[in-house]
């Protein structure tokens, strides 16, 4: 079964750090693009991030450059995305999506919170 | 970075009335490759987004042939031929040709 599951979500003190993960699992994961959206609580989606499928190109929103940074360990199958100086508007559900132009496969998300 | 508008923002529609979404983009979503990326995805309530049509008016496997698209350039519109229960969420359109991806506001549709 093609499937993404995302972990390491949680609560967060604005200006903290955390580090998400995406298990990738019945697909080839080395051959795609991948990405992550957030989506803050009522609102739309917002697309973070991606990385192509040798790790060498990398793109992100503005918001998020130079505090977010996506990797990806094709040898394990999975997408991660380091969140430092956290802010109360990164507050979201992450999920992470296969990227082929369009997003074909979507985690199930994971919750991150930044308050105090 | 494109921008992706959509219009309406909300939509009540009758089970089995016809329902069209539409979604402008700030510049041309057709790549020299021939092919226009754009999108559109519907999250239901609860659940990830998911993905309904690609590449403007391809149906994604599994979705029902109510759903259709049409468009080019910068203009595009998702139409339900005959809305039932399950189709409430909000949907999305979103352009994949810049690596930085973009949605649309997203438009709310409930049953009447």
């Known amino acids: 079964e093609v499937q993404l599951v995302e972990s390491g979500g949680g609560l967060v003190h604005p200006g903290g750090s955390l580090r998400l993960s995406c298990a990738a699992s019945?697909?080839?994961?080395?051959?795609?693009?991948m990405t992550w959206v957030r989506q803050a609580p009522g609102k739309g989606l917002e697309w973070v991030a991606n990385i192509k499928e040798d790790g060498s190109e990398k793109y992100y929103v503005d918001s998020v450059k130079g505090r977010f940074t996506i990797s990806r360990d094709n040898a394990k199958n999975s997408l991660s995305l380091q969140m430092n100086s956290l802010r109360v508007e990164d507050t979201a559900v992450y999920y992470c999506a296969r990227d082929m132009g369009g997003f074909d496969i979507w985690g199930q998300g994971t919750m991150v919170t930044v308050s105090s | 970075d494109i921008v992706m508008t959509q219009s309406p923002l909300s939509l009540s529609v009758t089970p089995g009335q016809p329902a069209s979404i539409s979604c402008k983009s700030s510049?041309?979503?057709?790549?020299?490759?021939?092919?226009?990326?754009l999108y559109w995805y519907l999250q239901k309530p609860g659940q990830s987004p998911q993905l309904l049509i690609y590449?403007?008016?391809s149906r994604f496997s599994g979705v029902p042939d109510r759903f259709s698209g049409s468009g080019s350039g910068t203009d595009f519109t998702l139409k339900i031929s005959r809305v039932e229960a399950e189709d409430v969420g909000v949907y999305y359109c979103?352009?994949?040709?810049?690596?930085?991806?973009?949605f649309g506001q997203g438009t709310k549709v409930e049953i009447k």
């Open positions: 019945g697909f080839t994961f080395s051959t795609y693009w």
């Open positions: 510049e041309s979503l057709l790549h020299s490759d021939g092919r226009t990326y």
């Open positions: 590449e403007v008016s």
């Open positions: 979103m352009q994949g040709i810049n690596l930085l991806r973009t």
